[in-house]
Each structure stands twice: as C-alpha cells, then as structure tokens.
C-alpha cells in the first residue's frame, strides 16, 4: 500500500488510528499493541501476501537468536560470537538470495562462458530495510544494550508500518521506550497537528516535485540514445532533485504518520544538498543507513584507530559496501566505490587543514553527487556514459535558435542552434523548475526545521491545507517510491 494512493490517506491510516487509541482508552494496551501488529502485517501484505512467511519468519529467527545473546553470561563470549555471527551470516544469505542471486550467476557465466539460468527472483518488499534493523538489533543484544523477552513488542518495533518499508532504520533501544511509555497511548492534538503537517509537506514533495521531475529524467536515461549538453544536464539533475524530494518526501511521510500514534522516529534528511564536503553530505543523507554503517561496518572495521592507511581502507570498504546494499549491479558497486574515494581524498585533505572558499567547497561537492548519482541511477554502463558524455559536451552543444545570429561564430566549433532538448521532449519550463527546486532544496527550511520550530498556529493549518490539496489532487497519478527498489 503506498503513503501516496487514496487507500491509505482515507481508509487504512484513519481506521488504524481510531482502532488503535478507542482500544487503549479502554485501557487494553496489549489489544491495542496486538491490533497495530495486525494492522502493520495488513499494510505489507497489500502489496504481495506472498511475502508475510518470509518477514513473519525472519523476525522469528532474529527475536530467537536475539534473545539468546541477551540470556548468555559474559564468560561465554566465544559461544556469543559464534551465534552473533550465525545470526548476521543468515540475514544476510536471506538478503543475497533474493537481491543477489541472479547478479551472481550473471558474473559467473561471464567468466567462466556457462549458461547458468537466472532465477528471476521477485525482491520481496522492504527486505533490505527490515533485515538491517534486525541485524542491528542482534549487534546490539550481544553488547548487552538490548533486552526483548515478548515477541509481540519485538514484532511491533520490525513492524511498525510508518517505518517498514523504507525506513528510517530504527534501533529497538529508541523505539520500544516510546510504545511502553503510558503518554503514547493516549491521542495528543499537537502530535496529530504536526503529524499532519509534515505527512502533507512530504506528499507534496512526492506527488508534486518528484514525480514531476521524473518524467524528465526518464526520458533522458530510458528513452533517449542520445543527450546533447544541456539536456543532459537537465536529465541528471532532474534525477538528483527527484531522488531527493522523493526519498525524504517518503521519510517525511514516514515521521508524520507516526507522529499520529505519538512515535518519534530518527531524522533521515538534513537538507543534504547543503553540504560543502562528502562528510558534511553523508551527515545530511539517508542519516540513518549513515548511521547504521557507521556503528555496524566502520567501527567493527577498526574505524580509524588503527593508522592512517587503514582508516582509509575502512571508509573506502564501508562506502562499497553502501553501493553494494543499495542493488545488485556494478553501476552501484562503482557509485559505493566512488564515494569511498571521495571520503579518503576528504579525510586526507582535512589532514592539510587548508581551507576552500565555501561556495567553492559547495559546487565541487554538489556537482561530485550529481555526476555519482548518474551511476546509482542507470540502468547500466551504457546508459551511464551516455549522460555523462551530454554532461561533458562530447555529443555536441545545441542552444536556442534565437542566439543564432549574434553567436553566430560558435557555428565554427560545433555548436547547434535548435530546440535545446529535442532528445527528451523538453522545453524551457524544465530549467526553470530546475532552478525552483534547487532553491527550495538550499534555501527553503527543512522539515527538521519545520519540526522543531513547529506551533499549532494558523498559519500553519492554511499551508498544510494548501499542500494537502494541491497533493490529493495529483494522487491520480500514483507511482511507487524510488527507495521501494533498493
């Protein structure tokens, strides 16, 4: 069921609200508790009931060998890392079959000339995200910062529907203090006005900014075999804003709706395009998959307590395997690698202590990203470099037939007067909603701003308003979440 589609704005969401607060003011938290598992479990087997056995039984297997590391006594390590590591080796075989498997076979064939065939494994939804959060969860149950001894709050926390599908990764420890706390059973007016708000705000984002822009970086990546220089610009930067408006749009969606039953979940976006290094970026996007590989991944690694040379070798290590998490292809494996380089050069650099002028330290990060993005976003390596070679000019320069006589002397070195964009159908209303958005992503406050700023004020109930309407008016045109894929 998707955030975005009139199923769940007029039907699940309200009914599950209702439900759920009418059977805690009867003081019957268990029930309450029972019927939100029931609603969550609802929620994910909308898309394909196929696939409850297999969250139904991953979350099983993790509260079992979860409870387990809990239970056994510190002078027992060596039997702890055993199961610590039985318990991550199968999430992740869970995860690598169904995400991994015919990317595997694909390499093998290659080198080796055998015709294996590929199971065309459907990914079954949210797999990623969930098998995350448990793996961390199990980490944190072996540090001895997590203790679960009822399966139904273990089930409610992997669950809880506003963050299942896509995050933000949350950690039992955050999570479990707000469902036990007797203030969140109780209906809060200024947690359902600000919940509303940032539900409205993240919609609109979705509905009217990132499916808007998706058409054009569709056509340029899907459709088109060629891109001149500026429509390639207008294709990947169509695709850096929509990945943002719709990624944070869907996390912003995420936090009202839990908003609505009094949980506050982790902040995911920090107006990322802001930031003037790689570190300052990855501090901002997707904070919590940062987070996660931060404490599961770098630390474990060795972090950079072990010289230099290491330290660059762990970022450069967590960064692949960020790329490789995202999907089975070696354009994310390149896209992980870039930026595992990208975080040494930084790390290095910052050793020097020089300083770059801040606008400038802002273009060479922004425009890195972008150029990173074309990777995550093709398809393959052909349709990567296609892009690439428009955004470098090595497929030719059209500007607009109206320059043509007074730059009539650049005839001479290639360049074109016609329609700018005639490879992806666009005109000159796609730049300027370019600029438009751009200025909200680095002028315009962010939701964590609008949250933490937030007064139950007039004002405030026109904008949602406007946004609301403005969103449920597009809602005709559904489309999936970019993040559903990864």
Do not use: C
Not at 361 to 384: H, L, Q, Y
């Amino acid at each position: 069921m998707l955030f975005n589609s009139y199923e769940f704005i007029f039907v699940f969401l309200p009914i599950s609200f209702f439900i759920y607060f009418y059977l805690n003011s009867l003081k019957k938290f268990k029930e309450a508790k029972l019927f939100l598992l029931f609603a969550s479990l609802f929620f994910y087997s909308w898309w394909n009931v196929a696939y409850l056995p297999l969250i139904l039984g991953s979350m099983v297997f993790n509260y079992i060998v979860g409870t387990k590391l809990s239970d056994i006594k510190h002078n027992d390590n060596n039997y702890k890392r055993i199961l610590l590591t039985f318990g991550i080796i199968s999430n992740i075989f869970l995860l690598g079959y169904f995400k991994y498997s015919d990317f595997f076979i694909e390499n093998i064939n290659f080198l080796t000339g055998e015709n294996i065939p590929l199971l065309h494994l459907a990914l079954p939804l949210a797999i990623s995200f969930f098998t995350f959060q448990q793996i961390a969860y199990l980490v944190d149950s072996y540090r001895g910062e997590t203790r679960e001894y009822d399966f139904l709050n273990y089930a409610v926390f992997v669950t809880f529907f506003p963050q299942l599908i896509a995050g933000p990764i949350v950690h039992h420890k955050e999570m479990m203090p707000q469902f036990e706390d007797i203030k969140t059973k109780y209906i809060n007016y200024k947690n359902i006005a600000l919940g509303l708000s940032i539900f409205a705000l993240g919609l609109f984002k979705k509905v009217a900014i990132a499916d808007t822009l998706s058409v054009y970086a569709n056509e340029g990546f899907n459709l088109s075999t060629e891109l001149k220089f500026i429509e390639a610009w207008v294709t990947s930067l169509s695709y850096t804003f929509q990945l943002y408006f719709d990624f944070s749009g869907y996390t912003d969606m995420a936090i009202g709706a839990a908003l609505l039953f009094n949980i506050k979940l982790p902040i995911n976006f920090n107006s990322p395009y802001k930031a003037v290094n790689i570190q300052d970026f990855w501090r901002r996007w997707h904070i919590t998959l940062s987070r996660f590989l931060r404490d599961y991944v770098y630390i474990p690694l060795g972090g950079s307590k072990k010289g230099d040379l290491l330290t660059y070798r762990n970022l450069f290590l967590t960064f692949l395997i960020g790329g490789i998490w995202h999907g089975a292809g070696w354009t994310f494996v390149v896209w992980g690698a870039l930026h595992g380089i990208a975080m040494v050069i930084h790390r290095i650099w910052s050793r020097f202590k020089i300083k770059m002028n801040r606008f400038l330290a802002w273009f060479i990060t922004f425009n890195f990203v972008n150029i990173a993005w074309v990777f995550f976003r093709a398809k393959d390596f052909e349709d990567a470099l296609k892009v690439l070679k428009g955004m470098f000019a090595l497929d030719g320069v059209i500007l607009p037939y109206s320059l043509s006589e007074k730059f009539a002397f650049l005839a001479d070195y290639g360049i074109e007067f016609n329609r700018i964009m005639p490879n992806i159908d666009a005109g000159k209303e796609v730049i300027l909603m370019l600029f438009a958005v751009g200025a909200v992503a680095l002028f315009a406050k962010n939701s964590y701003e609008f949250l933490i700023n937030f007064k139950p004020k007039r004002v405030y109930l026109v904008f949602t308003s406007f946004l609301l309407a403005v969103a449920i008016l597009k809602l005709n045109q559904i489309s999936e979440f970019l993040y559903f894929n990864f």
